[in-house]
C-alpha cells in the first residue's frame, strides 16, 4: 500500500499562490493521479487530475488558475494554485482516481482569507 504525504499549505490572501505537494512511497508512473479538496461540510471532490501521457483536466472552477505536474522519477505530484479565491479554502489530498483509493494521507490545510 503506497503512503500519501500532502505539504505545502497555509494561510493566504485572496489573489496569492501556493505550492502544494503530493510525495508517494510507491510508483506512481502507472497510474493517473489527482488532487481533491474537501471544505467544512462539503464532500470531497476532485479539483485536478493527470494521466501517466502528461493529459491533464481541471475542476471549471479552477481552470486557468491551478495548475497540475508529476515527476514520477521522484514519486511527486504538485498542484500549483494562483489567483487563489476564499471558495478554494480546504483541507487538499492527494490520489489516484478511477481505481481504488490508496489509504488517503492527512491533507494539507489551504485557507484563503483576508
Known amino acids: 500500500q503506497v503512503q500519501l504525504v500532502e505539504s505545502g499549505g497555509g494561510l493566504v490572501h485572496p489573489g496569492g499562490s501556493l505550492k502544494l505537494s503530493c510525495a508517494a512511497s510507491?510508483?506512481?508512473?502507472?497510474?493517473?493521479m489527482g488532487w481533491y479538496r474537501q471544505a467544512p461540510g462539503k464532500q470531497r471532490e476532485l479539483v485536478a487530475h493527470?494521466?501517466?501521457?502528461?493529459?491533464?483536466y481541471y475542476l471549471p472552477s479552477v481552470k486557468g488558475r491551478f495548475t497540475i505536474s508529476r515527476d514520477d522519477a521522484e514519486n511527486t505530484v504538485s498542484l500549483q494554485m494562483n489567483s487563489l479565491k476564499p471558495e478554494d479554502t480546504a483541507i487538499y489530498y492527494c490520489?489516484?482516481?478511477?481505481?481504488?483509493?490508496?489509504?488517503w494521507g492527512q491533507g494539507t490545510q489551504v485557507t484563503v482569507s483576508s
Open positions: 510507491g510508483g506512481i508512473f502507472a497510474y493517473t
Open positions: 490520489n489516484r482516481p478511477f481505481v481504488s483509493a490508496w489509504n
Open positions: 493527470i494521466s501517466p501521457y502528461g493529459s491533464t
